[in-house]
Structure formats: C-alpha cells, structure tokens
C-alpha cells in the first residue's frame, strides 16, 4: 500500500481503510500480531489482514463482518485524526484542477494543518514531483512528518517548522503551484511569488472571510500577479430514497388500483451546503 | 511503470511559444484551442491573425493584434489605467442617462481605427468625448473603462494548454459536446476516481476527448489508459489539444465496446489470423495494426484488474456502468458523470441490488465566482443546475456466497449525512 500507488494484497506496515457500513469507517494500521475492535468483533491482523485481497470481506470474531479498502487521500481525508479544521474532498478537488496539478510539479504549502490536502497534493505530483510544507505550529509540523513517513510518501515532501509570512517557504523560484491556508495570507504572496519559478505558475488561497479575500487580492495584484478569481464550491448531496405517494380515494373506480405509488427519487439534507471557505486563484506570469 | 520512458522536455516545459505548439487563446473569458502552423490564419473573436507570428514569444505573453493578423507584443506599462488623477462626482443624481453624453460617433470611432489608434488611444478619446465622465463616482469611471475595454480591446494571450484552461473553454464555447460538463465537475471526477500516475485506467466518455485528455494529464505519461469507445473509432480530437508529448501517447490504448461481452466471456480472439487472399497490402498492414491494438487493450482488460473507472457520456450510465464496472479490482474508485440526475438513480439502485460497491454517493457541484474590489465586493453568478450530476463509488469483493438482499442496508436513515465535515 502507498498513498500514491495501489498494491493488490495487504500488507504488515500498511494503513488501512476498514469499512464497517455507510458513514462508518475506521483507519487501521496493520501489524503483525496486532488486533483491531470493532462492534461486529475482533480483526486479527495477522490472519485476517495481511495476504488478503484489498476490497476483501473480512468475517471478525463476532460473526460480523467489514470489508477492507485500500487507502486513498480522499479515505483519509474523512478519516484523518483532526489537529485542525480540514480540507474536504469538494475543495481539494477544484483546488487540484485549478493549480494545475499533474506529476511532476513542485507545490508549496502553508500551513500543513492535518495534513488532509498535502496527501492529495502527494497523490497528484507523484512519482517525480514535490511538496514543501510549512506548519509553525512544532508539534503539529512533527506529527505530519511522521505521518509522511508512515505513509511512505516522505521521499516526495519536506515539512518545515517556520513562519511563513516571515521565512517563506525555505526555497525560491521552484514551484509550479503554491497554496496557502493561513490567516493571513496577504503577508505571504511576495513569499509565494519568491518560491515560484521563474516561468511562472499559479497559486491559491483559501480564506473563510471575505476581509481576507480582499486583502490578499489587493496583495496578489501588487505583486504583479494575473488573472485572478475568487469562487466558491458547494457539494450538494442527493440521497436516493424509495417514498411512497398515497393516492385519492375519488370513490369507487375500477381503473384505479393501488393506495399509493413507490417513486424512487432523491431528498435533499435538511440543511443545504455550507460554507468552507472562498479559494482565489492567480497566475504569476513570467518575471 | 514509473519509470519514465523518455527524457525529452514536454511541451508543458518550454518556456517559449514553437512552431507546431498547441495552444489556447485567451480574451478575457473567451478561450479558443488552436495548433500554431506557419502562415496559418486563425479566426477568433471575429478577428483573423496569424498565430505563428508568436513563436519565439513567451507563452502567457499578451499580443496586439496589429493590421495583417501580426500580432505584437504588448508592453506591460500599456495596461495601465488613465482614470487615476481624474476628478469625479459623489453619486449620479444629475447624470441623465440620454443615450446623448458620447459626442463620438460610430463612424466617428471607425475613422478613428483606421488611422491605426491602439484600443487604449481610443477609449482615451471616448472619455474625453464623454460630457459625463467626469460626473461619475470613481467606481463608475473604472466599470465605464472596463466594458469600453471589453469592447475594444484588440489583443490576445496565448496560453499553455491544461485541464483547466480546455475544461473552461468547452463549457463556455461548445458545451453540447461535452454533455454540459461544468469543468468544476471535472475536477471533482479526476480526484474521486484517484487518478494518479501508474495506474491503470479506463475511460468511456463523449466529450470530444476532454475527459480522456484531463486524465492523462493526471498521469503524466505513467500508467496506462484504456479508452472504451463505442462506434467504429474512438474520438481524440480534444486530447490534441493538450499538447502531450508524444511518449505520452504509448500509454493511450483503445478498445472497441462492441467486444466487451466477447472479452467478459473469454470468446474474444486476438489471434494473428492469415489475411483473405487479394487484399492489398496496405489494406493488411492496416488490419494487423488493428488486431495488434485489439489485442493489446484485450490483455489489460481481461485479467479484470483496473484501477479506476471514469464515464461520462451520451449514453445511458447504467449499462455502460454495469458492463465496465466488471474490469475493475475489488477496492477501487468509479465516477459516472450525466447530465441527467435520474439515469444516476438507476445506476444506484443496480448497484445496490449487484453488490459489490460501497460508498455511493449521487452529488453535484455548484459555483459561484466573486467580483473582488475595494467596496465592491460581490458575487457574481451561481453556476447550479446546468453542470451535470456524479455518481462515485468503490468497487468490493462481489459476495457470490450470500444472496444480494442480505447485504447491510446503505440507503441512508433519518440521521443526517456527514457531508464535508458538518
């Protein structure tokens, strides 16, 4: 198993997704000898785990059972232990599209958080690409880089425990794309603009208050950056439901037959889609 | 394999515009993908040029078009506003808005452009012809600059081709052929099917080759892409336009789905057969390639052992789901996009019934853009509804044992969905 390759069989030392039923998943690292709870019973690594199939059912010793799935950074991102608020696939995905990301390409990021979107980061510019990550939280900084390691894509990052918006990122005119999560990312574009190369690239903001979004624009725009826009996505979920629509009874009529009428639709959540935040891209042109 | 077969610097890192380049052309949000030939003209915006008068520029370059189609760098101080020292009003409660404060005339302005004035030069000439202009709130002066900037404005940027960029342009220009594919859902189908380098992928789309194309440049030459396609042959025209290298093209493979069934019931034969008697040579040459392409596809198809399935097309999802769906691993990501929500319902219900698929989930995406600027900071439109739908899951061992109706319920309770966090 790796992050940003698939394996067949699971194996001692992989982290593993276990599916327990819809909105009910659980990371597991497996080991050698070790044993995994779950409601449904027992999962014994060494037998039930390692050599098995990834995507297998698993029968643990309750009788239940649980499919095993093959991690993937959108997994993690819905089964990450939280340090912070994260990143949700919906903006990963438009942040990835947008900045262009594909194998190969050299990413700067600050703050690394939980490190829900450099896994995806990882995903997308590996085997040839690399990220540079700066938390300044120490602790935080540290878990990552364990976690980068555990989940062997360490060859492909370095984490960097420093202030962004007074060090920048430890490295200058080599990224394809930088994106910045931070409070203030105003204070960090000339940073982001002196990692870049010099051909150019694009980067990406993320703010939740629209002060935010308009200082970093102006920021941006003084630094000579193009091509701006601020967007936002939503996700909306639809699920599928069979309901039932009770006719009218008009009297006696033999043409009508039933009560009422199985329609499979969709519903809404009661709630609609929030907001996570606004993402501003731009383009450094050539310099 | 990751190892990568050819050294060679792909187009994406030239940092100068070449002959034979594909490229996008770029007026405000206007974008057209064109191949740079010599002494090639191209149309856009109503305007013909000569692209290859380009190469040698950088790409991201902004041009003039400059009468004959050359186009001419333009200067970055050319950009510059000329409103900043002007004087201006508070609010436009004397402004009559009489359609009479221009004293240019249409054939004013032509003459204008035919003494070969740059658009700067003549909204220059506009706002000081203007018997309002300076009446206006600053903010109404900037906005009265940009829409005359957007009229007149005779340049053009020449860009790198991407996902981005070709995604953008097709759901603004041409969106029927790529099934109104808003490029938000684009992004979201690249990363919920996991498309990275190495993997082995299969694509059956009717986008003229923009899913195809945004795929392999996920991939980056790694890895090896199946392209399902129904018909007698499958349709790139959109994957040109990446300009990929051409190493990118060995791990492109193609297969014809009229075979599908023949290869699921292990009845397809690939074999080198003797060629009729008669047939010309060229005409053999041909077939054999074919049969050789045929076979080669066959082979990454039959051990069933994909990594991730993405859909997205005219035709009904559902069958084309449940056909593809078998070549997949056990543990891997498919993605259906349709423009359509109830075809998406079909599938999710087949699947239910199958087994062998868990995590589903029917979504779509909606987008806003916002205007930024000091005090006027706003959004704009809410792109919802016309962008099309997803259906996105993980495949699982298929449980032959048990009959499908004991398989543990997905279709969610009252409680609410966790749905990005919340």
């Given at each position: 198993?790796?992050?940003v390759?698939?394996s ?11 599916y ?12 050698q ?12 690594h060494?037998?039930?785990l390692?050599?098995?199939r990834?995507?297998s059912?698993?029968?643990c ?10 991690m993937?950074?959108?997994?993690w991102?819905?089964?990450l ?6 990143l ?12 262009e ?16 979107l450099s ?19 120490q602790?935080?900084?540290e878990?990552?880089e364990?976690e ?14 420093q202030?962004?918006?007074k ?18 990312p ?35 725009v003084?630094?000579g ?5 601020t ?23 033999e ?17 609609m ?12 042109p050539?310099? | ?9 792909p ?7 070449k ?5 996008v052309?770029k ?5 057209k993908?064109?191949q740079i030939?010599?002494?090639?003209k ?11 008068t380009a ?6 370059s902004?041009?003039?078009?400059a009468p ?10 050319d950009?510059e ?7 201006a009003?508070?609010?436009n ?21 035919g003494?070969?004035?740059?658009d700067?030069e003549i ?9 309002t202009?300076?009446d206006?709130?600053?903010y ?7 829409k ?12 790198r081709p ?5 995604a ?13 594919m ?5 992004a979201?189908?690249l ?15 009717t ?19 199946i392209?399902m ?7 790139r025209?959109?994957?040109?336009s ?9 791990t ?13 019931a292990g009845?397809l ?12 040579q ?8 074919k ?20 859909i ?14 078998q070549?997949?691993s ?9 423009q359509?929500?109830e075809?998406?319902?079909?599938c999710?219900t ?11 989930r029917?979504?779509?995406?909606w ?21 099309g ?8 061992a298929?449980d032959d044992?048990?009959p499908a109706n ?9 409680k609410?969905?966790k749905?990005?966090?919340?």
């Amino acid at each position: 198993m790796s992050f940003v390759e698939y394996s067949d069989l699971i194996q001692d030392g992989d982290v593993a997704i276990v599916y327990l039923g819809p909105e009910s998943m659980m990371p597991v690292k497996v080991k050698q000898g070790a044993q995994t709870q779950t409601r449904y019973g027992v999962i014994r690594h060494s037998s039930d785990l390692i050599g098995r199939r990834y995507g297998s059912k698993v029968t643990c010793s309750k009788g239940g059972w649980v499919y095993v799935l093959h991690m993937t950074p959108e997994l993690w991102t819905v089964n990450l232990p939280h340090r912070t608020q994260i990143l949700y696939t919906t903006d990963i995905a438009t942040i990835t599209m947008m900045l262009e990301l594909k194998p190969g390409a050299v990413v700067c990021e600050s703050g690394t958080g939980s490190g829900s979107l450099s896994h995806a980061i990882l995903r997308s510019i590996a085997p040839s690409g690399h990220l540079h990550t700066v938390e300044f939280h120490q602790q935080r900084a540290e878990k990552a880089e364990e976690e980068f390691k555990e989940h062997r894509v360490d060859r492909l990052v370095t984490v960097r425990n420093q202030d962004v918006c007074k060090d920048g990122f430890g490295v200058t005119g080599v990224a394809d794309a930088v994106f910045l999560d931070i409070p203030s990312p105003w204070e960090a574009v000339r940073h982001a603009k002196a990692a870049m190369k010099r051909q150019g690239g694009r980067v990406c903001s993320f703010s939740p208050c629209i002060e935010q979004v308009q200082k970093t624009c102006e920021a941006l725009v003084d630094q000579g950056f193009e091509e701006l826009s601020t967007l936002e996505v939503l996700l909306r979920v639809h699920d599928v439901r069979t309901v039932y629509l009770p006719l009218p009874d008009f009297g006696p009529d033999e043409t009508a037959p039933q009560t009422s009428v199985a329609l499979k639709t969709t519903t809404l959540p009661r709630e609609m889609p929030g907001h996570t935040g606004y993402l501003t891209f731009a383009t450094k042109p050539r310099t | 394999s990751m190892i990568r077969k050819s050294t060679l610097p792909p187009q994406s890192r030239h940092t100068s515009i070449k002959a034979g380049d594909y490229v996008v052309l770029k007026r405000g949000d206007i974008f057209k993908a064109v191949q740079i030939q010599p002494k090639k003209k191209a149309m856009f915006e109503k305007q013909w040029f000569l692209p290859d008068t380009a190469v040698g520029q950088l790409y991201g370059s902004t041009f003039d078009v400059a009468p004959g189609g050359i186009l001419q760098p333009r200067k970055p101080k050319d950009t510059e506003g000329s409103t900043d020292a002007n004087e201006a009003g508070t609010d436009n409660r004397h402004i009559l808005d009489d359609g009479k404060s221009q004293k240019l005339t249409r054939d004013d302005i032509e003459i204008l452009k035919g003494q070969g004035l740059k658009d700067q030069e003549i909204i220059q000439q506009l706002v000081d012809n203007s018997s309002t202009f300076r009446d206006k709130t600053k903010y109404a002066q900037d906005k009265y600059i940009k829409k005359k900037k957007k009229k007149y404005e005779n340049t053009v940027t020449i860009l790198r081709p991407s996902c981005r960029i070709l995604a953008m342009m097709y759901h603004g220009r041409e969106p029927g052929k790529i099934c109104h594919m808003r490029y938000d859902m684009l992004a979201q189908m690249l990363t919920l099917a996991n498309i990275h380098a190495g993997s082995k992928v299969l694509v059956f789309e009717t986008c003229a080759g923009l899913v195809l194309g945004s795929v392999m440049e996920r991939m980056g030459g790694y890895g090896s892409v199946i392209q399902m396609f129904p018909g007698g042959g499958p349709v790139r025209a959109g994957v040109e336009s990446f300009g990929f290298p051409a190493h990118f093209h060995d791990t492109l493979h193609e297969f014809p789905i009229c075979h599908v069934n023949a290869l699921l019931a292990g009845t397809l034969d690939t074999a080198c057969k003797d060629p009729p008697a008669g047939r010309a040579q060229e005409r053999k040459v041909k077939l054999e390639e074919k049969r050789k392409k045929l076979a080669s596809a066959a082979a990454l198809l039959e051990g069933r052992n994909a990594d991730g399935l993405v859909i997205a097309s005219r035709f009904h999802p559902c069958p084309v789901l449940l056909g593809l769906i078998q070549f997949l691993s056990p543990s891997r990501p498919f993605v259906v996009y349709s423009q359509y929500k109830e075809p998406l319902i079909e599938c999710f219900t087949k699947l239910k019934e199958r087994g062998g698929t868990v995590n589903l989930r029917l979504t779509d995406t909606w987008l806003r853009r916002y205007q930024v600027l000091p005090n006027r900071t706003h959004p704009l439109l809410l792109m919802s509804g016309a962008g099309g739908f997803i259906l996105s899951g993980t495949t699982v061992a298929v449980d032959d044992s048990k009959p499908a109706n004991s398989q543990r319920a997905e279709e969610p309770a009252a409680k609410r969905q966790k749905v990005d966090g919340r």
